[in-house]
């Protein structure tokens, strides 16, 4: 047995293994900080809120394309967005405070249903607070967006918000 082969070749994985060792652990590092759940969630109400916000916009070009006798369709619509915020109809302040405020809200809600179970837990007690407020949140959102699609003249929606605001009594 050539052991001298095999101290070469384990020395050797384990330079290649601890090669370039500061920007892997940096790597990993990100992943974890990017796929973790709750960064995840995150991801998915500032998404939600944005698509409130870009249905709202939808919903507002809408109005506009009608008032002045235009074909509005969902293309149209979309297209419209640029010329309803240059005419003052759609306002970038007050979409960006709203966009930031729901984020904020959002988060202080999530991190206090986080402490509630964290206590439940503590006393031995079934943890449901969380998925009850992301729930709710989540679907408070969707509402918005489908009551926007509505605003906005897209039909299919328009059996949804009455099926949605009926089930949620």
Known sequence: MDYKAIYMGM?????????????KLLGTGLMVLLFHQH?????????????????????????RLVQRGEKANVL?????????????LISS????????????VYIICTVAAA???LTMLQMAKPVWVVSTVISYLVLTELLSIIENLNDAGIEAVQGLVELLKRSGK
């Open 11 to 23: 020395t050797g994985t384990v330079k290649t293994l601890l090669g370039g060792g500061p920007f």
């Open 39 to 63: 960064a995840v969630l995150f991801y998915a109400f500032t998404f939600l809120v944005f698509l409130d916000c870009f249905t709202r916009w939808m919903s507002i070009s809408h109005a």
């Open 76 to 88: 149209a619509m979309i297209k419209g967005i640029k010329k309803a915020r240059s005419e003052g």
């Open 93 to 104: 302040d007050v979409m960006k405070h709203r966009f930031i405020g729901k984020i904020a």
């Open 115 to 117: 402490t509630a179970d």
